[in-house]
């Protein structure tokens, strides 16, 4: 763990977790739908030990990566209804250097102004406009359940 790191620090409470910070909990990874968001279904994918690039990873950790978003993707398309998903990887924001990948629904009535990386557009705004915890919570335990008989 690293201090001063969120994704570390949540990690470090992995058994203590709500639903939706713990939409996946095994196999060195974490998935959490993202908390400042107003997007339902906004995933992220984090190791849970420490690294900050993708080429840091394992080839284990690699490879499970890759099931695990092939899995997250399906799942959201079965609850959300998405056309598909979107991968992107920063790891750039104060206190977030941790390796995270965010798995997002491309919405079908999603306007031209919000493809692909305008989909941020969804994330940091006002808190008001957040997903509430509880509707995050239902979902991620949905979400949960979908992933478990993704094959």
Known sequence: MVAGCYPCEMNARIDDLPPRERVHAEG??????????????????????????????SVAEAEEFGLLARKASIALRQVTGCSKTYLM???????????????????PDFEPDVLGPRVFVYMGADESDWLPRDEQDALALRLRSAMATAH
């Open 89 to 107: 990887l920063f790891a750039e924001a104060e206190g977030f250097a941790h390796l995270h990948v965010h798995v997002v629904p491309r919405m």
């Open 28 to 57: 060195g990874w974490r998935i959490a739908h993202a908390f400042n968001v107003s997007l339902p279904g906004w995933l992220v994918l984090l190791p849970t030990r420490h690294v900050t690039a993708f080429d840091e990873l």
